[in-house]
């Protein structure tokens, strides 16, 4: 069985463009969550998706946005990007939305440089 | 708000010790505690613990729950060079908030 495969691996963006990144599930997963990792703040919450819907949100400015299709992929798009937006970018899926208990199997991520 | 505190974080060790890592949270409606082990990039699953007092092994790994002191700790005994990670804990709870991580125990085994 496959596992969560983001794209892309690395980015090298500059002040103010805009990225998307991308994520598939493992087959059969509905729920996709992303996370943000950086050396000072270890890994954060950014939102959740569940058949379409996002389910959860966490504390970042509306310039992170997301979205899921029907097979579960889902997309992150982060606008004007600043520096601090330097980070590796996690996605995790789960068969069932998170608080249901169900256990996250992460994707390796996309490492994304803002220069 | 929701807190995971992970201690130590940093960890040097020699092969063939055994090494206990701890993770103390404050979260509302606890669900569950997760253990992930992150050597490159993906962190991967070890365990997951609802229930207090209820030891989860695997190898050489094992983990509990205390839910009344609001800690758990993952023990790795006889240690390899290929468990030199960084081990983060991460806690759910009832609410909107995803899962709620503690920085991490970056732990090095020296040959």
């Known amino acids: 069985k496959a596992g969560v495969t983001q794209t892309p691996r690395y980015l090298i963006k500059t002040r103010g463009q805009q990225v998307t990144l991308s994520c598939s599930p493992i087959s059969g997963h509905r729920s996709v969550s992303w996370y943000q990792q950086t050396p000072g703040q270890g890994l954060q919450f950014l939102f959740e998706?569940?058949?379409?819907?996002?389910?959860n949100k966490g504390n970042f400015p509306g310039r992170f946005s997301g979205r899921q299709f029907s097979n579960s992929r889902s997309e992150m798009n982060v606008s004007t990007l600043e520096l601090g937006d330097s980070a590796l970018y996690l996605c995790?899926?789960?068969?069932?939305?998170?608080?249901?208990?169900?256990?996250?199997?992460f994707g390796s991520g996309t490492q994304l440089s803002v220069l | 708000e929701d807190k995971v505190v992970q201690s130590p974080l940093s960890l040097v060790v020699h092969e063939g010790d055994t090494v206990t890592l701890n993770c103390s949270y404050e979260v509302t409606n606890f669900r569950s505690l997760l253990w992930y082990k992150q050597e490159k990039k993906a962190p991967t699953f070890l365990f997951m613990l609802?229930?207090?007092?209820i030891e989860k092994k695997s190898g050489r790994l094992s983990s509990i729950l205390d839910k009344k002191e609001l800690f758990s700790i993952l023990n790795i005994t006889a240690t390899q060079t290929g468990d030199s990670a960084i081990y983060l804990c991460a806690v759910g709870g009832g609410g909107a908030d995803g899962l709620t991580f503690g920085k991490g125990t970056h732990l090095i085994i020296q040959p």
């Open positions: 609802t229930s207090s007092g």
């Open positions: 998706y569940f058949s379409e819907t996002q389910r």
């Open positions: 995790a899926s789960s068969r069932t939305t998170r608080q249901g208990g169900e256990k996250l199997f």
